[in-house]
């Protein structure tokens, strides 16, 4: 069965940090770039970060660049994504998805529950 489960997520001030999980199994994890999305209330999905964790490539979002950096840790099967100098409107539930292929436009084909991260100012 394959499984993506978030965890991480909590409230947090303006300015501080959070270090969101995601832990996979069920799949090749070497196959796959695993992905961190989020949905904002009445807002749509956007894209985050993304890494192949076969060669450590990664992507950012420009809204996130330069304080949000996602690491793989293959031996776990587990993607973390740091989350630094948080602002109010970073607010939302952040799922991890995995896709053949990195980028935050590809196909994802799995993807997790969802950790909810509160910013408050």
């Known amino acids: 069965e394959v499984q993506l489960v978030e965890s991480g997520g909590g409230l947090v001030q303006a300015g501080g940090s959070l270090r969101l999980s995601c832990a996979a199994s069920g799949f090749t994890f070497d196959d796959y770039a695993i992905g961190w999305f989020r949905q904002a209330p009445g807002k749509e999905r956007e894209g985050v970060s993304c890494i192949d964790s076969s060669d450590g490539s990664t992507y950012y979002a420009d809204s996130v660049k330069g304080r949000f950096t996602i690491s793989s840790d293959n031996a776990k099967n587990t993607v973390y994504l740091q989350m630094n100098s948080l602002k109010p409107e970073d607010t939302a539930v952040y799922y991890c998805?995995?896709?053949?292929?990195?980028?935050?436009?590809?196909?994802?084909?799995?993807w997790g529950q969802g950790t909810q991260v509160t910013v408050s100012s």
């Open positions: 998805a995995a896709a053949r292929g990195l980028g935050l436009g590809k196909l994802y084909d799995y």
